[in-house]
T-cell receptor
Framework: DGGITQSPKYLFRKEGQNVTLSCEQN?????MYWYRQDPGQGLRLIYY???????QKGDIAEGYSVSREKKESFPLTVTSAQKNPTAFYLC?????????????FGPGTRLLVL | DAKTTQPNSMESNEEEPVHLPCNHS???????IHWYRQLPSQGPEYVIH???SNVNNRMASLAIAEDRKSSTLILHRATLRDAAVYYC???????????????FGQGTILTVHP
C-alpha cells in the first residue's frame, strides 16, 4: 500500500543529545514537510522540501535540521539547540508542493525528553 | 495567511447529521477550502476540499457560501469513529510564499455520543 511511514513511534532524548526522526514515502511525491504539534494545539511547520537536495525553513526551524538526499526520504534531526523538543512530530507529503494540493500525513513520532 | 474561525467544540449523537461551520471572511479568490481531521494520537487525515461549488465525497459534504466567506462540513450520519478534531484550512495556489504550507488553527473538537 502507498503511504507515509514514520519511525520510531516513540523516541526518548537525553539532555544534549541529537536525535533523528525518520520519514519515508512511497507515493512518488516531490514535496515533503515536517510539522510539530504541542498538546491541544494545531500543527506548525518546521521545514519543507519541494524537490530532492533542496529544502526551506518553515515557521519554527530553530533547533532542527533536515536533509533530502532521496525523493522518498526526509529525515528530521532534533538538535541539542532545541530546548523544548517534547512534542508530536508529523511528516507529510504532497505531489509537487503546490499550495492547493492535499497533504498526506504519517502516523507521527512522539518525542519525550528524559 | 488568510485565517479561519471555528467553534472550539461541538457534540453530536451517533447516527445524526453534524454540521461543522467555518468562517473565512478574508479568503482570496484563489484560495481553496480544505478540511482535515485528526483522530487522537494520529496524523491528520484529508476529508474534503472545494473552491466555489459544493462538494461531496464518500466521507462528507462541503457546502460553500455564495460569497465564499464561510463553509460548512457536513457529516451525514455521525459514527463514534468520527470523533476527532476537525480543521478548516485555506490553501493558495503555488507562487510566492504559498507553496504547500498548511496553517492549522485549533480546530473543532467533535464529540459523538452513542
Amino acid at each position: 500500500d502507498g503511504g507515509i511511514t514514520q519511525s520510531p513511534k516513540y523516541l526518548f532524548r537525553k539532555e544534549g543529545q541529537n536525535v533523528t526522526l525518520s520519514c519515508e514515502q512511497n507515493l512518488n511525491h516531490d514535496a515533503m514537510y515536517w510539522y510539530r504539534q504541542d498538546p491541544g494545539q494545531g500543527l506548525r511547520l518546521i521545514y519543507y522540501s519541494q524537490i530532492v537536495n533542496d529544502f526551506q525553513k518553515g515557521d519554527i526551524a530553530e533547533g532542527y535540521s533536515v536533509s533530502r538526499e532521496k525523493k522518498e526520504s526526509f529525515p528530521l534531526t532534533v538538535t541539542s539547540a532545541q530546548k523544548n523538543p517534547t512534542a508530536f512530530y508529523l511528516c507529510a507529503s504532497s505531489g509537487s508542493g503546490q499550495g492547493r494540493e492535499t497533504q498526506y500525513f504519517g502516523p507521527g513520532t512522539r518525542l519525550l525528553v528524559l | 495567511d488568510a485565517k479561519t474561525t471555528q467553534p472550539n467544540s461541538m457534540e453530536s449523537n451517533e447516527e445524526e447529521p453534524v454540521h461543522l461551520p467555518c468562517n473565512h471572511s478574508t479568503i482570496s479568490g484563489t484560495d481553496y477550502i480544505h478540511w482535515y481531521r485528526q483522530l487522537p494520537s494520529q496524523g491528520p487525515e484529508y476529508v474534503i476540499h472545494g473552491l466555489t461549488s459544493n462538494v461531496n465525497n464518500r466521507m462528507a459534504s462541503l457546502a460553500i457560501a455564495e460569497d465564499r466567506k464561510s463553509s460548512t462540513l457536513i457529516l451525514h450520519r455521525a459514527t463514534l469513529r468520527d470523533a476527532a478534531v476537525y480543521y478548516c484550512i485555506l490553501t493558495g495556489n503555488a507562487g510566492g510564499t504559498s507553496y504547500g504550507k498548511l496553517t492549522f488553527g485549533q480546530g473543532t473538537i467533535l464529540t459523538v455520543h452513542p
